[in-house]
């Protein structure tokens, strides 16, 4: 009889165990995209020629379809050169709101599309992008970035890890 009701009592607490955890994955999965869709900058971290660290603000879009930042830049400048060198990449966003920010490591790949294709998604998330893109467009190259997991935090004791 005790075994039996160990046995229920250990069943009962891996079951809400893992109600729990998947309702913290959930949220996290939601906050995760609530806060790739809200903020607009994210600092680009990428290594430079030299060796060194480089860090620049760039604009982004995230397709939450296929879970892929891109982001547009100048043909010829010092980034482009960085990750043809080098296509490891890190990232955070730029908090907009308290300490809330997403961050993540991955592989920056130059883009198939151009931000003429993207215009849309550009101008709708960041306002006045349209103008970039008018007067710039046909300088601007797209690069792309692939990451499997990432960092969300809400605050500095709500930090959790997800996996795209």
Avoid: W
């Avoid at 760039?58 to 830049?73: D, E, G, L």
């Avoid at 709101?97 to 790949?109: C, M, P, T, Y």
């Avoid at 599309?113 to 467009?137: E, M, R």
């Amino acid at each position: 009889m005790k075994k039996s009701v160990i046995l229920i009592i250990f069943k009962y607490i891996l079951y809400y165990s893992f109600i729990i955890e998947t309702e913290v994955f959930i949220d996290t999965i939601k906050e995760f995209k609530r806060i790739m869709d809200t903020q607009t900058e994210i600092a680009l971290a990428t290594i430079g020629i030299d060796g060194t660290p480089n860090v620049r603000i760039v604009n982004y879009y995230f397709n939450p379809t296929n879970n892929v930042i891109y982001f547009a830049t100048f043909k010829d400048n010092e980034k482009v050169h960085e990750m043809e060198q080098n296509r490891n990449v890190a990232f955070t966003t730029i908090p907009k709101k308290d300490n809330e920010h997403i961050k993540a490591r991955g592989i920056a790949l130059r883009s198939e599309k151009t931000v003429f294709d993207l215009a849309d998604c550009f101008c709708d998330k960041i306002p006045g992008y349209k103008n970039t893109i008018d007067f710039a467009g046909d300088s601007l190259i797209l690069y792309e970035i692939h990451f499997k997991t990432a960092t969300v935090t809400l605050d500095l004791s709500d930090i959790q890890t997800v996996t795209l």
